[in-house]
């Protein structure tokens, strides 16, 4: 079974902060995701990678960037928090390229800016 | 990204009742894949429809791609409890290689 692990559940941080989500799979997938989830809004794609440090923009890439250093790891990074991106964050991995291939997710972060 | 439009956007029903979920959109697609999350929990890939027609059956579910290929829905017979949740797809037409979801549809089945 397919394993993605983000590193916190819950997450509470300061306007102005640098904040780094985590996100670790181990089935060597090699494309990783980053999505927002807001009630009523579904799923926003926020960046995704397709390799290792390769990086493309999603739908609301603003405020945001990404590190993929490691083919199992992938990080989303807020440069300066700011309340509006208070959220639920999921990460998610699919096996190659091509939209027909299934995305597994992490069990989500929910990040909370104060 | 692509556009697509789920409806509707919330649906109760009293167990036992049928309840039908629709994903539309303007283009044409190539495939379309169907999750479910589970309240407090994460989507999970439950189909992936890619021929016009098509109908796929899950026990009680039952997933439908449009003749056009532009439309799909998700049907289930007889909801239990252990369907509470929210539906989701995901569509990509030709030109991309990353899915687009929908806003999905929130079922809550009453006892």
């Known amino acids: 079974d397919v394993k993605v692990t983000q590193s916190s559940r819950y997450l509470v941080k300061r306007t102005g902060e640098k904040v780094f989500l985590e996100c670790v799979q181990d089935?060597?997938?090699?494309?990783m995701f980053w999505y927002r989830q807001d009630p009523g809004l579904g799923l926003r794609l926020i960046y995704f990678?397709?390799?290792?440090?390769?990086?493309e923009k999603g739908d609301i890439p603003e405020g945001y960037s990404v590190s993929r250093e490691k083919k199992e790891r992938f990080s989303l990074i807020l440069e300066s928090a700011s309340t509006n991106q208070t959220s639920m964050y999921l990460c998610a991995s699919s096996r190659t390229m091509g939209a027909g291939q299934p995305q597994h997710f992490g069990d989500g972060t929910r990040l909370s800016i104060l | 990204g692509q556009q697509v439009m789920q409806i509707p956007q919330y649906q109760h029903v009293q167990e036992g009742e049928d309840f039908t979920t629709y994903c539309n959109s303007s283009?044409?697609?190539?495939?379309i894949q169907w999750y479910k999350q589970r309240p407090g929990g994460h989507p999970v890939f439950l189909i992936q429809l890619v021929k016009s027609g098509e109908v796929k059956k899950q026990k009680r579910l039952t997933f439908q791609f449009g003749e056009a290929k532009k439309n799909s829905s998700l049907h289930i017979t007889a909801t239990q409890t252990t369907d509470v949740g929210t539906y989701f797809c995901?569509?990509?037409?030709?030109?991309?290689?990353?899915?687009?979801f929908g806003r999905g549809t929130s079922l809550i089945v009453h006892p």
């Open positions: 283009t044409t697609l190539s495939n």
């Open positions: 990678s397709y390799d290792v440090k390769m990086k």
């Open positions: 089935m060597d997938h090699e494309n």
């Open positions: 995901a569509v990509a037409d030709g030109g991309s290689y990353i899915p687009t």
